[in-house]
């Protein structure tokens, strides 16, 4: 792990000790403790706090924290509940002491929501200076690199990153020491620096302890994030990029299948089908020109959302091509030893519609031309590699033809562990074939 000025590394379970923030402080309570809530979530727009099954906090928006509550020290049920609900979403019973302050921080992972419970007494550096902590809750995220920098965005990083998170089975924080100033937090893949997931505008003072948290999006692989100012300040920042990657299913050899977003970023330029390609990031609102030989092709389904990973198929013949937009989820599974698969068909001819199986049990049962399997399935190969990869064995059936003779004649493949994956089924339905990202 690389570091800049760094103090320590905290490995954190969710509901252990960090220093968060947020505004609205009611005073100071030296016989119980002092607790807030702040609202990370991504799908619950207004929640309520309790405190030993009352409600102590009610109405927290999405985006904000609430003021200071003050239950008695001690072992304490922190319940949250959608506002005016009676279902717990989440609970923690974490041990509070006398006259401390804390921010519980409500966020969602893996489609759960999660929390934090994070003191924010932290002794103040000298003057000037600012400890700075960055905190990744967005475990399914993977390994992530995360740079400090001055410059306007995050198109021109410095050459190593200021700090690194590994592959994560708990949330992790590390502690800095940085000069006030204006800066960017830019978090990219790890070892990818054109593989952006979070841009982060900071402005922070001297002699004040502020924590960057970083929580997951809706796809699972960006990030959004938040400054929190140590009894102070919360500043969250909702992406508004998205991720999409190029699968490119038009059948014969087709060449210069291009996909070039309002950005500037292209997808593909000058590709061959059948090709898969690597997710660009590109802002959530732009939109796409599609051209395969040079005719253009409409996009006729589908948008890009904020904080999501897209696949963009262009499929058919290169006379008359169709592309659509399918929406990724790239979260892990929830057991490390098992694998997530899905089936895209982009295959052409009289296929009718497609069951794809693995190892006998199915990724995608009656999936049209053009379209996606509604839900990932969670499987374990027929050899697994210490927990590491999976290896399974495809079959591929058409509803018009029956079952199909994969290229090469044989279907199966090794894919890692803990890892998502689409497998995109391409060319003619007489010789298809399986590319799996």
């Not at 607790?35 to 405190?51: E, G, Q």
């Not at 009352?54 to 020290?73: C, G, K, L, R």
């Not at 299913?249 to 087709?254: I, L, P, R």
């Not at 061959?272 to 409409?298: E, H, I, R, W």
Request: with cysteine; charged share 10%; aromatic share 4%.
């Amino acid at each position: 792990m690389k570091n800049f000025r760094w103090w320590s590394v905290i490995g954190l379970a969710a509901a252990a000790g960090l220093a968060l923030s947020g505004c609205g402080s009611s005073g100071n309570d030296s016989s119980g403790a002092n607790v807030r809530v702040a609202n990370a979530t991504l799908t619950h727009p207004s929640i309520d706090l309790l405190v030993n099954a009352a409600v102590a906090a009610p109405a927290v928006a999405a985006d904000t924290v609430s003021a200071y509550v003050a239950p008695a020290s001690g072992s304490v049920t922190l319940q949250v509940n959608d506002a005016g609900g009676a279902t717990a979403l989440v609970t923690a019973v974490p041990t509070l002491t006398a006259g401390s302050h804390y921010t519980l921080v409500a966020y969602e992972s893996g489609g759960a929501v999660k929390t934090a419970v994070i003191s924010e007494d932290v002794v103040l550096p000298a003057a000037g200076v600012t400890t700075l902590r960055i905190y990744d809750a967005a475990i399914e995220a993977g390994a992530l690199d995360v740079y400090i920098t001055t410059g306007a965005d995050c198109k021109s990083l410095p050459a190593s990153p200021t700090t690194s998170f590994g592959v994560l089975t708990a949330v992790a924080a590390v502690s800095l020491t940085q000069g006030a100033g204006t800066y960017n937090v830019c978090a990219t893949a790890a070892g990818n620096r054109d593989d952006l997931r979070m841009t982060l505008p900071i402005t922070i003072t001297g002699q004040t302890v502020a924590t960057v948290v970083m929580t997951p999006a809706s796809g699972g692989a960006l990030l959004n994030g938040s400054l929190l100012v140590q009894q102070g300040a919360y500043s969250p920042v909702r992406n508004t990029n998205a991720r999409v990657r190029l699968a490119a299913a038009v059948s014969g050899v087709a060449s210069d299948v291009t996909a070039t977003y309002v950005s500037d970023t292209t997808l593909s330029d000058g590709g061959v089908a059948p090709a898969f390609g690597f997710y660009k990031t590109v802002p959530a609102t732009s939109t796409v020109n599609v051209s395969v030989k040079g005719l253009s092709v409409q996009v006729t389904n589908g948008s890009l959302v904020a904080g999501g990973d897209a696949t963009l198929l262009v499929y058919g013949s290169p006379a008359s091509a169709t592309a659509t937009l399918i929406a990724d989820d790239n979260r892990p599974p929830t057991s490390a030893t098992a694998t997530k698969l899905r089936l895209i068909n982009g295959v052409t001819g009289s296929a009718g519609t497609l069951t794809l199986t693995a190892n006998s049990a199915p990724v995608g049962i009656n999936i049209a031309a053009g379209a996606a399997a509604p839900n990932y399935q969670s499987l374990i190969g027929t050899t697994n590699n210490a927990g590491t990869a999976n290896t399974f064995s495809f079959g591929l059936t058409s509803s018009t033809a029956g079952p199909l003779t994969l290229q090469g004649g044989t279907g199966t493949g090794t894919v890692n562990s803990n890892a998502t994956y689409s497998i995109l089924a391409v060319g003619d339905v007489s010789a298809p074939q399986l590319l799996i990202r």
